[in-house]
């Protein structure tokens, strides 16, 4: 007989997120969190067998002799949280920034003086591949102990074509080093370098890197800073048609500083997700809505950015617009690596309830990377990427912030983390 290798059982709540693989959760049905009072998993060889209440599947034919066996007594059991957004492949910090920041310093002039997305340019190529490796293995360690066992990560501090290919190399690396599955997204339209206008360097991103890109299979996507002064409209449109005819699906940085029409642009060109959106118009949103386009809002990236403004989640959510929800880890706009983090902020400044939260951070974030066939969820047939919380009920999660709420991640099946 068969058995599982790891059953957890006697869950407080067991959250399935069930019903949601065939596309994102949209409206009222991301409230819809499949949850069972005194629940109970049970995976082998990495994937899930078994999900019931706890008396159903400690006594199927599931549990053996050999089966590890979790309690879960008092605890919150959910799908391993799926970030879908992030930027953590890249060397140094940018802490002198938050002076200028509090001096009122616009993320955007920063830029423009050769700072922001440049400084960490420069630290980045200055670091050899080990050192880019270490750095970046300790943010997804810590990615990892916070309940992220499934993370998109972009290029995009190289830009160069030698250095956007070597850090598409270094994270399908680091995807077989670590636990954490990761999505490569590649993001050589992150900024213009100096010595180059726009126009120029938009030249680079279509006739040298996109190519090269996609004949070494390096990246699954490809996104664009999409905001005034950055890549304007037209640059992104050129940028995402191309990487389009080369089989690669599309995100896009969009309205995250100010409103020109990037949401808009995202869904004509059909993109998996837009992301940031704080300054999404109306028309935008409704276009995102009606083209089925995943909105990944950032609010951690919004509170450091620290000028009170937030995406505005409720009126996506009237408008139909299915949402997840992202750290955006990067070493500027959101130096965190938290989704328990980003839970809070989403109910608190999103105004999403916790039920439409988790379901945004899971199955609809696994959507975002295009995952939902093995993440996001808990059900027979996915992979067993699983997360112990040590919070009584659900509302506590979000509730509860500034600590770590998980008590135990388990990765296909395999505790990688333990409190
Ligand atoms: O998503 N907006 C562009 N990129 C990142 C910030 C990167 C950085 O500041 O280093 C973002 O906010
Ligand atoms: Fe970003």
């Not at 997120?17 to 994102?24: E, F, I, L, T």
């Not at 995807?175 to 990761?182: E, F, G, N, V, Y």
């Not at 809505?289 to 995943?294: D, E, P, R, S, Y």
């Not at 809002?297 to 959510?317: D, H």
């Amino acid at each position: 007989m068969k058995h599982a290798d790891l059953l957890i059982h006697s869950a407080a709540a067991l959250v399935t997120m069930a019903g949601h693989s065939a596309g994102p959760a949209r409206g009222a049905a991301m409230s819809e969190v499949g949850l069972i009072e005194n629940g109970a998993v049970a995976v082998r060889e990495g994937n899930i067998v078994a999900v019931g209440l706890t008396e159903d599947v400690l006594g199927s034919e599931w549990l053996g002799p050999d089966t590890v066996q979790i309690n879960a007594q008092g605890k919150v059991v959910t799908p391993g949280f799926v970030d879908p957004h992030t930027h953590v492949i890249y060397a140094g910090s940018r802490e002198h920034e938050l002076s200028l920041k509090l001096k009122g310093v616009p993320y955007l002039d920063i830029l423009k003086q050769g700072g922001g997305i440049l400084s960490t340019v420069r630290s980045t190529r200055q670091a050899t591949d080990e050192e880019l490796k270490a750095q970046t293995s300790r943010r997804l360690r810590t990615m990892l102990s916070l309940g992220t066992t499934t993370a998109e990560v972009k290029s995009g501090y190289g830009l160069t074509l030698e250095e956007e290919l070597r850090a598409l190399r270094l994270i399908k690396e680091l995807d077989q080093a670590q636990p954490i599955d990761l999505v490569p997204t590649f993001m050589g339209a992150h900024a213009v370098p100096p010595g180059y206008s726009e126009e120029e360097f938009t030249d680079i991103v279509v006739n040298d890197m996109l190519p090269q890109v996609a004949s070494e299979a390096l990246a699954e996507f490809c996104d664009v800073f999409c905001e005034p002064g950055v890549f304007s409209v037209q640059s992104s449109e050129r940028i995402l048609k191309k990487a389009k005819e080369l089989n690669l699906k599309l995100k896009i940085h969009a309205d995250e500083l100010d409103s020109a029409g990037g949401a808009e642009l995202g869904a004509k060109l059909g993109v998996t997700s837009a992301d940031h959106l704080l300054q999404a118009s109306d028309e935008g949103i409704a276009a995102l809505a009606k083209q089925g386009v995943i909105a990944v809002l950032l609010p951690a990236t919004s509170f450091n950015l620290a000028k009170n403004s937030y995406a505005r989640a409720r009126a996506m959510l009237q408008a139909n617009v299915p949402l997840a929800l992202a750290t955006d880890s990067n070493p500027g706009s959101s130096p965190t690596e938290s989704m328990p983090l980003v839970l809070t902020l989403a109910c608190l400044y999103l105004r999403l309830t916790p039920e439409e939260a988790l379901t945004a951070a899971t199955i609809n974030a696994a959507h975002a990377v295009g995952r939902s066939d093995r993440a996001g969820s808990l059900e027979v047939g996915k992979q067993g990427d699983i997360l112990v919380l040590d919070v009584p009920n659900l509302n506590y999660l979000p509730y509860h912030f500034g600590h770590n709420p998980v008590n135990m991640v388990i990765k296909r099946g395999k505790i990688v983390w333990e409190a």
